[in-house]
């Protein structure tokens, strides 16, 4: 039997992932698509009802944060069938929380597809995120056979999580046309980013009954995995030239660049091609390949690895079945 | 007084502690960034100065004998609300 390259070892892992994915998490995104579109029934707005619809069953496939709900509960001995519930609350938050973030991004289009912003302007996709948020709120609420205790916990740490992602998503806002803050600076708001996926595991240890030790280690991997998870969007978009443009144009820089903009010279090559009033493909390229030679790449991909070293070495503190949770810490260093 | 004004301050009486407990519960969260920080004080403070709807939930809830979450605060009698009615339709 031939061995695998590198290339082909990353496809079967991101494969994998897929299929964890998939199995773990479908579920509770159907009743999440399901609740959601019981809702639209009410609904008499022709444009809301296409916009929901549009985000429930194209848009929105978010099977991740179910699964890893269910995967970190498993793991901590817990009844995974116990996060669904939570799950499709925590489907219907976090997809308000997305399109508000794409309205303040500008971005009309991600991984290839049209946000709701992109389809249907922005007053409508702020309104359908609106409806998320409440019925996510209100779902987690209504949730049965979860003590008063834990429907707290997990209440405060999402209110927690928001308030973080608000915080992140506004200091993000001063790295916006080309800003150039250091590394160092940069990775401080994608800690806070990261909160996200902290809030997920940390809610599913609570949900699996984990002891305090267990919720503060698997808070911190989630934090490491959320990190993660961001720098990996950040090497993909540097090789993507449209999504490299959006993040140029739109957004903020990825760390690759910012790593590269290290170096005096480098910065002043790059500087004079953000300047420009109008960016073409041509220069896309062209940035990219300054950063790829300059290192930018690699020192991201180190620093990665930092990362990742760091929650392989807290899984190895925890007596449970790890698997799957090393899975996807190895999976975010796929390219 | 017009009739519009009283009922504004009717409200305002009744949805003011609610009110007080709502700022005080955006006022006292921790958040990091100096933007969001200013930009949620001056709403809290200077911009949604919302009374009227608690105002309304207390005044709803009384009306039904629930219990009122300050007592403190009483009610414009029926009679003068009635004669600014009045007043109200002779002016306009």
Redesign the interface.
Known sequence: MTELSPKQKDAELSEKVQKLFEEKGRKALEIAKKTMLKEQERIECKEVKEALDYFMNEYWVDVARPALLSIVCEAVGGNPESTTSVAVSSILISGSADIHDDIIDRSKTKYGEQTVYGKFGKDIALLIGNALLFKGLVFLNEVEDLSEQKRKVMLETLKDMFFELGDAEAMELHYRNCATPSPAEYLKVIERKAADVEAHTRIAAVLGGADDKEIERLGRYGRLLGMLIILRDDVLDLLDDCELKSRIVKEHLPLPILCACQNAEIKSRLDRLFKKPRITSKEVRLIREVTEKSGGIETSVTFMKELASEALSILKQLKMNREYLVTLIRFTLTF | MLIAQQVHRLLCRYGKPAFKVAQKIILE?????R??REALDYFIREVWLDMEYPGLMALACKAVKGKQYVETYTDIPKEQIQRQDIKYKEET
């Open positions: 969260e921790d958040i990091k960034n933007n969001v």
